[in-house]
């Protein structure tokens, strides 16, 4: 690794401007970024960005203001990006998935003017523009002849590709970088503040170890999440690296990427090593260039996945409104595992109370920065949620940790998913994991349900593998052989799907709302009693 991917820059050179000045003043005619039609070099890509950013400010946008961008995977996205960041602006991504209420709501909450969109969202846009409180200028990528919009402003994507370049503006890491929403699942979705030094600290290749000048990053997550944007193509910036970006996750093609563009690493999240390794084997599986892989959360069979396609696995924990801030090195990723929390971090598992529980007992991760404006200034219009989640000098991740003797930290759950059951604290976490392994099963949630014992029943909600069947009967006994008996479910429902977030997270509080249904299978009623002797 170069000596500019290993150190760990001074906290006033952590911004965007000061990373791509560097970057292109060594190598200006090294590959950046591309897609699947176009490349740019370092040079070309700050070129871009400032016409880009001469194009936003001819459309009236100014220092620190905030603009929408609802854009696929491709290189005109991180050209935007970068171009607000340049002329210290703020970039607010939007979901692609978001539409009706929940685009609306982002779009009001973000005070944002100005939105650049595709062509194929601008039917979302229209059915709520009656609901905009401040949108006035719409920036289309494709076809603007689509712009049912009266009343707005409506101009093309190539305005910002043609405008005359701006120049740099000085930008300080306590200054804003991007507006990122985070998928509510018990309410409305908080827009994370993000500073330039929060960004850089999120994904520096100092910690992530992830990238040097001569690999290559495959892109696979989608650019306006952190994954994507920051793990995927800012890491690759700040290493001198190169980002190959392909419009989205494909387990079938996903190997034939890696060889057409040379990649060496990436971040995919553990649900997508699963469906690699669902593929049928192949003799040309070790065949690729790909190395190393960050794979979030671990999936169980990863000394397999490195053997089988020739690669190690590290992996890391991490969240928008934080860095990447437990790490475990390439090749000592383990299931359940998160690794060790990074250097310049503070981690403390805690009660209910906020104070520290004893080594190996479950508890709330808190954690706090050693380093200023390495974490977010806080949520956007939410003063109390800003204060609730940083009582204490702590801020409260509301995620489940327990740590072991030597230092690694476990994820056991979301805090609000913790089932307590006769006594005894039940990872919904764990019993996911056994009951997803099964052949039958494409996936499933489980939740905490009232119980007339007081405390709570346990349940799993289910959606089968295509044409599969599935028996509850049969489900709980193989469950009992793998799980303790206060583990296993008593109540077992399955259906075609699951309700989601935009970001597809599962909504477990509407199936808490549901609890028992009419259609709920109950081993109880059907005289299957499981107990510490089953």
């Known amino acids: 690794m170069s000596e500019q991917a290993q150190h760990h820059r001074p906290l006033t050179d952590r911004t965007v401007a000061t990373v791509l000045q560097e970057v292109t003043a060594h190598t200006p005619d090294k590959l950046a970024v591309r897609d699947e039609s176009e490349t740019y070099t370092y040079a070309e890509l700050v070129a871009a960005a400032t016409r880009a950013g001469g194009g936003f400010r001819r459309l009236g946008v100014g220092r620190q203001d905030r603009v929408l961008l609802m854009l696929d995977n491709h290189c005109d996205y991180v050209v935007s990006w970068l171009g607000l960041s340049l002329m210290a602006a703020v970039e607010v991504p939007i979901n692609t998935a978001y539409k009706e209420s929940l685009l609306s709501y982002l779009i009001n909450d973000s005070g944002a003017s100005t939105i650049v969109i595709e062509d194929v969202y601008l039917e979302r846009l229209r059915s709520v523009v009656a609901d905009l409180d401040n949108v006035t200028t719409v920036v289309v990528r494709g076809d603007r002849t689509k712009a049912d919009l009266p009343g707005l402003t409506v101009v093309g994507f190539e305005q910002l590709r043609t405008a005359e370049p ?37 994904c520096t290749p100092h910690f992530w170890n992830a990238a040097a000048p001569d690999d290559v990053a495959l892109v696979a997550l989608p650019l306006f999440h952190v994954g994507g944007q920051w793990a995927g193509v800012y890491n690759a910036l700040i290493a001198g690296a190169s980002a190959a970006i ?79 801030v437990i790490l475990a090195p390439y090749g000592e990723a383990i299931p359940a595992g998160c690794g060790w929390v990074r250097e310049d971090y503070e981690a403390r598992i805690v009660d209910e109370n906020d104070m520290e529980v004893e080594r190996g007992t479950v508890g709330e991760l808190v954690l706090r920065p050693r380093e200023q404006w390495s974490i977010m200034a806080g949520y956007l219009n939410k003063p109390e949620a800003t204060t609730h989640t940083w ?57 905490g349900v009232a119980s007339e014992h007081t405390e709570q029943e346990i349940k799993v909600v289910i959606v089968p593998q295509p044409g599969a069947t599935i028996d509850p009967k049969q489900l709980v006994t193989d469950l009992a052989a ?4 206060f583990m ?31 259609t709920t299978w109950d081993r109880v009623t059907a005289g299957i009693e499981i107990t510490r002797d089953s």
């Open 166 to 202: 701006i120049e740099i503006e000085q930008t300080d890491p306590w200054d804003l970088i991007a507006v990122m929403y985070t998928s509510g699942t018990t309410g409305p979705s908080k827009g994370v503040l993000v500073t330039h030094g929060h960004a850089y600290s999120y």
């Open 246 to 324: 392909v419009p989205r996750f494909s387990a079938t093609t996903y190997w034939d990427d890696v060889r057409r563009f040379g990649c060496t690493f990436t971040l995919i999240l553990g649900a997508m090593a699963t469906f690699l390794y669902g593929q049928p084997p192949d003799p040309s599986d070790k065949d690729n260039p790909m190395t190393r892989a960050i794979v979030v959360p671990v999936l169980p069979e990863v000394r397999e996945f490195e053997e089988r396609f020739g690669m190690l696995v590290g992996t890391a924990y991490g969240m928008t409104e934080t860095a990447s």
């Open 391 to 447: 009582r204490n000098l702590w801020f409260h991740t509301g995620d489940a940790f327990r740590q072991d003797e030597n230092d690694q930290y476990y994820f056991v759950d979301r805090t609000k998913d913790a089932i307590r059951r006769r006594g005894e604290n039940v990872s919904s976490f764990e019993v996911e994991s056994q009951i997803v392994a099964m052949d039958e099963v494409f996936e499933c949630a489980v939740i």
């Open 482 to 485: 793998k799980l303790p008996y």
């Open 488 to 518: 296993v479910p008593r109540y077992v429902e399955i259906v075609d799907e699951l309700p989601k977030t935009p970001t597809q997270k599962i909504r477990k509080q509407v199936l808490r709302d549901e609890g028992v249904t009419q």
